[in-house]
């Protein structure tokens, strides 16, 4: 018999794992999801549009004051975005393993779901405070830059965690029961 009290919170921190998963395979793996488009260039968790995918990158020297050593080094954090998507996965797991057979797996899933909505909303805030700066000093060098969806991508996977988080907490206390058959 299925743990009724576990579905809410398996199902957010699923949503939340596909979104996590969406940003982290943004630009330059997948063009359309970036965090900021400026002049065709889109930026994403490991790099931007004809660059290499790696941890931390440069900003193009394409765009005119872009290349500042903190921007530089605001994109190694950009790492917690699948962190976070592989820590929502885990918790994920633990759910099934909650809504499947014992308590212990949705004690497990909240926590894990805790510890993935810590990393998301550091990397959210991190991203858009980077991607914000840099969209701001395009735009007052006559560049046009608008924010892409990865941003809001990373926000509703964010609301997600909480609610998949609180959900599960509230989901211990569900009946755990079994039924004898006689």
């Not at 579905?7 to 330059?28: E, N």
């Not at 592989?86 to 014992?102: D, K, P, Q, R, T």
């Not at 046009?144 to 211990?172: E, Y």
Request: aromatic share 14%.
């Amino acid at each position: 018999m299925a743990a009724s009290g576990a579905l809410p919170g398996l199902f957010f921190c699923f949503a939340a794992m596909v979104l996590l998963i969406f940003v982290s395979v943004s630009a330059p793996t997948w063009n359309t999801i970036s965090f900021l488009n400026a002049n065709g260039i889109s930026f994403g968790v490991f790099g931007y549009t004809g660059s290499k995918a790696h941890v931390g990158y440069y900003l193009p020297t394409s765009l005119p004051d872009s290349n500042s050593s903190t921007l530089h080094n605001l994109t190694y954090a950009l790492i917690l975005y699948p962190i976070a998507a592989g820590l929502s996965g885990i918790s994920v797991l633990f759910g099934l393993c909650g809504a499947a057979y014992h308590r212990a797996g949705t004690v497990f899933m909240s926590l894990t779901a805790a510890l993935a909505l810590l990393c998301t909303l550091i990397a959210w805030v991190i991203s858009t405070s980077l991607f914000g700066v840099e969209k701001q000093r395009l735009q007052d060098s006559g560049v046009s830059a608008s924010w892409g969806n990865a941003t809001w991508l990373g926000l509703g996977a964010l609301v997600s965690l909480l609610v998949g988080f609180c959900t599960a907490a509230c989901g211990v206390f569900g009946s755990y029961r079994r039924t004898r058959r006689y």
